[in-house]
């Protein structure tokens, strides 16, 4: 079993930066994909950014060019750097996990973070 928690979301201005991190506790070796998914007022949850079983990091075109994720450890598995953030970034951010097919496609996902972005 593998749980998460994240962390670091707030209150910024448009323009601003902000870092999310994301705790893990349990087994780390079952994981082969983790990211960020968020879920803006009213819409569903979409991806953000993923690394998936070894590989290079993808990113949803809304972000590119402004959000990094990058590969952590057991105290921050997948750390997200968001820059230029704008207020359409608004929305709660869920750190995700997943066990892939041979792991029999389990998911993980933490409890979420709200990230605001206004003026």
């Known amino acids: 079993q593998v749980q998460l928690v994240e962390s670091g979301g707030g209150l910024v201005q448009p323009g601003e930066s902000l870092r999310l991190s994301c705790a893990v506790s349990g087994s780390m070796l079952i994981i082969h994909d983790f990211g960020w998914y968020r879920q803006p007022p009213g819409k569903e949850r979409e991806l953000v950014a993923i690394i998936r079983n070894g590989g290079g990091p993808s990113y949803a075109d809304s972000v590119k060019g402004r959000f990094t994720i990058s590969r952590g450890d057991a105290s921050d598995l997948v750390p997200l750097e968001m820059n230029s953030l704008k207020p359409e970034d608004t929305a709660v951010y869920y750190c995700?996990?997943?066990?892939?097919?041979?792991?029999?496609?389990?998911?993980?996902w933490g409890q979420g973070t709200l990230v605001t972005v206004s003026s």
């Open positions: 995700y996990a997943g066990t892939g097919a041979l792991g029999g496609n389990v998911e993980f």
